[in-house]
């Protein structure tokens, strides 16, 4: 395609979607790719109750279009298509896609991250009905009932406070004999009382139940199984940001996120990381739709520098 857009976005997802409102808004003539449909990790979501505005939360699937139908209105452009490479160099940016190529002079990398899952047969099947990977997203939704967490990094432990404040017990399920978190978490896990720990342990089953939820689990631990009754279970072993497409060509931190700060402005001029993406200390909805906004504003600075 010969075209030229003025930004071309990578996820529709939040942040994605925050960036082309913005940029529409601003005159830039844009365009969203998408590879499945709007709304990104968090269509994946039942409900969300910690999105400013929704006074009864909203399911995610609704709240992505709505993001959509919100940038749409003002001009933006959704090309359904999964992006295979990405040419960065340059003043202008190629994307090679399943729909063609398409072309931009400033591209905003929004494509996410994936929480890492446990690889558990039946473990897709049972998420939104049992298995969760947000404490901060679906922990309210378990108020005095009996959860896991697998896990011990700092992410974990940052999830076992959230729900030892909501959930009557917490039962932390770590393959080591001690948490490789900061000690920090240490301290504050003493002060808690309802959380059990269950060392040296890993997941070896997810058991549903007749209603066709998360019932419990089975773990084994130093060579001996035990069974363990949960209203939820919380994946916490880390996230795999969705960097492939970037990666030898925008600089990335240790843990594979792309190295860009509250600016959103990356190594390569011209081209933006938002949301999950990006080195960020929280990742949540509200601070995606964030990025968004902040990317526009450093895009319509440089395309106004050339």
């Known amino acids: 395609m010969d075209k030229i857009y003025d930004v071309m976005i990578i996820g529709g997802g939040p942040a994605g979607y925050s960036a082309a409102l913005y940029c529409t808004r601003a005159g830039l003539e844009t365009i969203v790719l998408e590879k499945l449909s709007a709304g990104g990790q968090i269509a994946l979501t039942a409900q969300v109750d910690n999105y400013p505005g929704f006074e009864e939360g909203i399911d995610g699937f609704s709240l992505g279009e709505k993001m959509q139908a919100g940038a749409e209105r003002f001009g933006a452009v959704t090309e359904y298509a999964e992006v295979y490479s990405l040419n960065l160099e340059g003043e202008i940016k190629i994307a090679e896609t399943s729909e063609g190529q398409f072309k931009s002079r400033v591209l905003i990398l929004a494509t996410g991250a994936e929480p890492r ?18 404490a901060a997203c679906d922990g309210m939704f378990y108020k005095g009932k009996t959860v896991a967490v697998v896990g011990g990094g700092n992410t974990a432990v940052a999830d076992i406070l959230i729900l030892s404040k909501v959930a009557a017990k917490v039962i932390v399920i770590h393959r080591r004999d001690t948490l490789r978190a900061e000690k920090i978490y240490h301290n504050q896990l003493k002060e808690t009382g309802n959380v059990e720990f269950r060392w040296n342990s890993v997941v070896k089953e997810l058991i549903k139940g007749e209603d066709g939820r998360l019932k419990g689990i089975r773990i084994e631990s130093n060579g001996e199984s035990s069974d363990i009754e949960l209203d939820g279970l919380f994946v ?12 030898g060509q925008l600089e990335l931190d240790e843990a594979g996120y792309v190295v860009a700060d509250e600016t959103t402005v990356t190594s390569l001029p011209g081209v933006f990381a938002v949301g999950d993406v990006r080195t960020k200390a929280l990742r949540q909805v509200v601070t ?3 990025d968004g906004a902040v990317s526009s504003h ?4 440089y395309l106004a520098a050339k």
């Open 117 to 134: 899952n446990l690889g558990i047969e039946g473990e897709e099947e049972l998420i939104g009905k049992g298995v969760n990977y947000c």
């Open 236 to 247: 916490s072993v880390g996230r795999k940001p969705s960097t492939m497409l970037v990666a």
């Open 288 to 290: 995606a739709v964030a």
């Open 298 to 301: 450093f895009a319509l600075e």
